[in-house]
């Protein structure tokens, strides 16, 4: 089975819309198959997460910038991050054809935000990832859709020590219909090269934030070091792809 590599940005962009296609461009140039960005309203956001509005204001992705995005990006490279049932449809209103929607089983109002993407992927084919943190596997049945799911393995900690990420990729593997990904949180390689090593077989997607420019680190949410950098992402891509 051959692995799709996803870069996720994140929040790891900075001056506007040309700052996000410079970084979906960079992710592309070091080997991702996909890039993924996330589309929040940073009020709707800040409910969920210990974080104020203004902190997560400077990476709110207006519709205008998502249609602007898509329009100079390949659609069907990009995937899409929600957080909230309203985002589902804010973000179709600009394009339907994604690479993938994305979500996770902990994420607030969860129970309706996952009717919402499994109702999209099941109406436009578009496939459906899933985040499985650890201890939140008993949710994943809040999610259908007649498409195979992709049930990636995580652990929502910043930087993540991953404790028993083989055992649990195996276990969705054996036990949920789909397929099994690796989100990855950690620091640096190490611990996608185990995995990769270990149950690289049972895998079809595994993720990554990415952040090609080393100015932002420190200044993004998501740009500390279980980010990679243009080099560490292209090392990435030639694991995966090995």
């Given at each position: 089975?051959?692995?799709?590599?996803?870069?996720?940005?994140?929040?790891?962009?900075?001056?506007?819309?040309?700052?996000?296609?410079?970084?979906?461009?960079?992710?592309?140039?070091?080997?991702?198959?996909?890039?993924k960005i996330q589309f929040y309203l940073a009020e709707t956001l800040a409910l969920r997460r210990s974080a104020t509005r203004d902190a997560l204001s400077p990476?709110?992705?207006?519709?205008?910038?998502?249609?602007?995005?898509?329009?100079?990006?390949?659609?069907?490279?990009?995937?899409?991050?929600?957080?909230?049932?309203?985002?589902?449809?804010?973000?179709?209103?600009?394009?339907?054809?994604?690479?993938?929607?994305?979500?996770?089983?902990?994420?607030?109002?969860?129970?309706?935000?996952?009717?919402?993407?499994?109702?999209?992927?099941?109406?436009?084919?578009?496939?459906?990832?899933?985040?499985?943190?650890?201890?939140?596997?008993?949710i994943v049945g809040n999610y259908s859709s007649p498409y195979p799911i992709t049930w990636l393995a995580c652990?929502?900690?910043?930087?993540?020590?991953?404790?028993?990420?083989?055992?649990?990729?195996?276990?969705?593997?054996?036990?949920?219909?789909?397929?099994?990904?690796?989100?990855?949180?950690?620091?640096?390689?190490?611990?996608?090269?185990?995995?990769?090593?270990?149950?690289?077989?049972?895998?079809?997607?595994?993720?990554?934030?990415?952040?090609?420019?080393?100015?932002?680190?420190?200044?993004?949410?998501?740009?500390?070091?279980?980010?990679?950098?243009?080099?560490?992402?292209?090392?990435?891509?030639?694991?995966?792809?090995?």
């Amino acid at each position: 089975m051959s692995i799709t590599l996803v870069a996720d940005i994140g929040s790891n962009w900075g001056g506007g819309i040309e700052g996000l296609l410079k970084a979906a461009r960079k992710a592309r140039e070091c080997g991702a198959n996909l890039v993924k960005i996330q589309f929040y309203l940073a009020e709707t956001l800040a409910l969920r997460r210990s974080a104020t509005r203004d902190a997560l204001s400077p990476w709110e992705i207006s519709e205008e910038f998502l249609g602007e995005l898509v329009s100079e990006f390949p659609p069907l490279r990009l995937g899409i991050t929600v957080f909230h049932p309203d985002d589902v449809e804010r973000a179709t209103s600009c394009i339907e054809n994604y690479a993938f929607i994305k979500t996770a089983t902990q994420e607030w109002q969860y129970v309706a935000l996952a009717e919402a993407v499994s109702q999209y992927s099941a109406k436009t084919g578009v496939p459906l990832f899933v985040s499985v943190p650890r201890g939140a596997p008993l949710i994943v049945g809040n999610y259908s859709s007649p498409y195979p799911i992709t049930w990636l393995a995580c652990d929502h900690s910043y930087p993540a020590t991953c404790l028993g990420i083989a055992e649990r990729i195996e276990a969705i593997a054996r036990y949920l219909p789909g397929y099994a990904g690796f989100s990855d949180h950690s620091e640096g390689l190490g611990i996608t090269e185990y995995v990769l090593g270990e149950v690289g077989d049972k895998l079809s997607v595994v993720e990554k934030h990415f952040c090609y420019d080393e100015n932002l680190r420190g200044k993004a949410p998501d740009s500390g070091s279980w980010a990679l950098g243009r080099d560490e992402f292209a090392k990435l891509a030639e694991m995966v792809h090995a």
